[in-house]
């Protein structure tokens, strides 16, 4: 199904019954990414997944957005489709919309739900120090010839577990977005929540969540052993059971 919100066509799939719960995707991935999930929590939700702009079967942005115009979009989705106090539940990069959802729209959302979720402004090591400035250099300096410059500065962004090689049209909002740091949103926020993290996150470690734990009020962890950046992908029946027990 579709609904247009801010003159956008967004993409949505509406499952099952019961309080309202809207899952909102990481950067690349679309409502496809929780369909695993699904069957753990339909009989007890109704789920509205939704594809973000730009991805999945949702028109691109209609301008470089940033993390609060991805929060706009949820926030008239959620007024468009006459939602009432939804829980909302958001995985990395979606996480991150979440915050700030939840920061600027507080009366529009009941609980918040972040799994392996973006937010804080990632350290950087020497190794990302030097490799960034090496990568723009190289991208004006090295001849292109069969497309050599293109396949070495992508596998140097993959080495960096970095999603800009794959971003395509969306890359200059990626690289906005990425540098946007939300950690004084985090102690503002109002809703109870609910962290989820992989032992074994490597795209956002534990030591984030970690901090989110501590700058967010209301908050409770969940660390799940042995898991990594897609909990509910790989353990489903897992992540259903902390988010049925908390909402």
């Known amino acids: 199904m579709y609904s247009t919100v801010n003159r956008q066509n967004i993409y949505f799939q509406k499952v099952g019954k019961g309080k309202n719960l809207i899952l909102i995707h990481g950067w690349g991935t679309d409502v496809s990414s929780f369909w695993q999930l699904i069957d753990f929590l339909k009989d007890n939700f109704t789920l509205w997944l939704v594809d973000l702009p730009g991805f999945g079967r949702s028109d691109l942005p209609t301008k470089e957005f940033s993390i609060l115009d991805f929060a706009r979009i949820i926030a008239e989705f959620i007024k468009e489709n006459n939602i009432k106090r939804p829980a909302i539940f958001g995985h990395s990069y979606g996480g991150k919309i979440a915050i700030k959802l939840a920061k600027v729209y507080p009366n529009l959302i ?16 020497l190794f990302h120090s030097l490799i960034f400035p090496f990568v723009k250099i190289a991208h004006f300096l090295l001849p292109d010839i069969f497309h050599a410059r293109s396949k070495i500065r992508n596998k140097l962004y993959k080495k960096l577990q970095s999603d800009y090689a794959e971003a395509g049209r969306m890359k200059n909002i990626f690289l906005n977005t990425l540098k946007e740091d939300l950690t004084a949103d985090l102690s503002k ?59």
């Not at 009941?110 to 090591?125: R, Y």
């Open 189 to 247: 926020i109002q809703a109870e929540t609910l962290l989820i993290w992989g032992e074994r996150d490597r795209a956002i470690p534990l030591k984030y969540g970690k901090k989110m734990y501590q700058l967010l009020k209301n908050s409770k962890l969940v660390i799940l052993e042995d898991m990594g950046h897609f909990p509910h992908a790989k353990w489903p029946e897992r992540v259903a059971y902390f988010v049925k027990d908390f909402v």
């Open 110 to 125: 009941d609980k918040l739900i972040l799994e392996g979720s973006s937010g804080i402004k990632p350290e950087k090591n």
